[in-house]
């Protein structure tokens, strides 16, 4: 598995790092960015993976959360994804929630979708094996993302809670299954056959019994994708049904927008660094 | 003077919004950024002026720098205009580092760039005005930038030192009359008379006599524009030559990126707190 550095830039003491390289899983180039904080010379540190939303790329984050002065100080490397495979030959749709930029973190089963869209697996397994392998981090892991990445990261961390120690989110898609955008790509990506949407949706998969798993939600309630779209009482009335471990935070006056996630996410960082082992 | 108000976002407990208005100076529409904390529906706050470089808008520095939580922290606003007037009728170059997002902070003299092309004086007087009668802000300013907004924030500061309490920048064009960047700006905005080009150059400011402004640079060694284009020795020398208290700090390993400044902006802000009167 070849590895290409594109970029690299001197950040908090440590480095942002933006690789490429041959997924056999998505079966194409993927994209990744890492920060490795200057702890990482020295010895090997945990991992924060970061799921981006919709539109993004591996970038977002790295250009906007302000996260790298905690990560550096918390000794934590932090692996962002690309949310989807991208280039010729991979399908898309055109519109900005389905397609390119939009893989919803589930290994689609229907054409055009299934010969490259099997992000699940990416996140889940193919990319901690590569970053695991080629630098110095251990393999204490902490899963975490917005809005789709948030979906992303509840729906992995709950289904894998051997290989993450927490999971947190800001303004997730908690209950796909029940939302237009949930609705849209589970249809596209799975098919009509509503019963495999099930394994995709965090709501669905916290109230079918109890989990150990810390999971930390921050929600804007100036959000408009809110009403709609988002659904976080419907995960918390999931969690409650089973005492799982589970804190929703409405946080006031606060949008959809990377703004909001850089106010907290030194935070959430916080939160998880507690979880790994020490 | 109509503000027209774009978006508004809470971040780090205050808010950011992007303003529009009609520009008496610059003859047209401008767009601003501005960042207030929560302090600011207490009391009026001092207000930190920051320039951006090339290509950029007002957006760049409030998405990528990482400094609302020491701003609010400390106290301090942050305005960020844009780094030239934009739009219909206004001249452009087509060029990333003439026209349109690389105005130099000159007031133009030479056609087709002086009906619009005043950014000294928005920078330096009206911009102000108009902050200081339509916000929660004080008359306490700082001024700071990056590259060719750390060239503004020298220039702008060191020839109105009444006007502002200190100047901080990351990788300024600090000798603008011996760089490429600034003889090709210089000559397309104030001419081909040399003379005229002296009191926009910092360095050249700095060797005419002593001054009393605190000044902070950030230098990364790693700057792929630093042997060409910026010259902070020269700067260097200048201060020295009258004991001016300048600091110049070269960063190891760092380059000309966001990355960069989101590293040493909460200095940068402490540093310009320090010198705002009690």
Known sequence: ??????????????????WQHDSSTTNGKMTF?????????EQPVPVLYWLSGLTCT???????????????????AIVAPDTSPRGEG???????DLGQ???FYVNATQAPWQSHYQMYDYVAYELPELIESHFAVNNQRAIAGHSMGGHGALVIGLRNPSRYSSISAFSPICHPTECPWG????????????QTWQAYDATVLLAQGPTAMPMLVDQGDKDGFLAEQLNPQALKQAAEKHNSPLTLRMQPGYDHSYFFISTFIDE???FHATRFAR
């Not at 991979?90 to 900005?96: L, R, S, T």
């Open 268 to 270: 959430h960082l916080a």
């Open 90 to 96: 991979v399908a898309d749709a055109n519109q900005y």
């Open 1 to 18: 598995m070849q590895l290409e550095k594109i970029s690299e830039n001197k950040v908090a003491g440590g480095w942002h790092q933006r």
């Open 101 to 103: 930029g939009a893989g």
């Open 58 to 76: 591996d970038e977002n984050f790295m250009q906007k959360a302000g996260a790298f002065k905690q990560a550096a100080t918390l000794g934590m």
């Open 33 to 41: 960015a890492i920060f490795l904080p200057e702890k990482a010379k």
């Open 183 to 194: 609705k849209q790509a589970f249809s596209a990506y799975l098919g009509d056959d509503e």
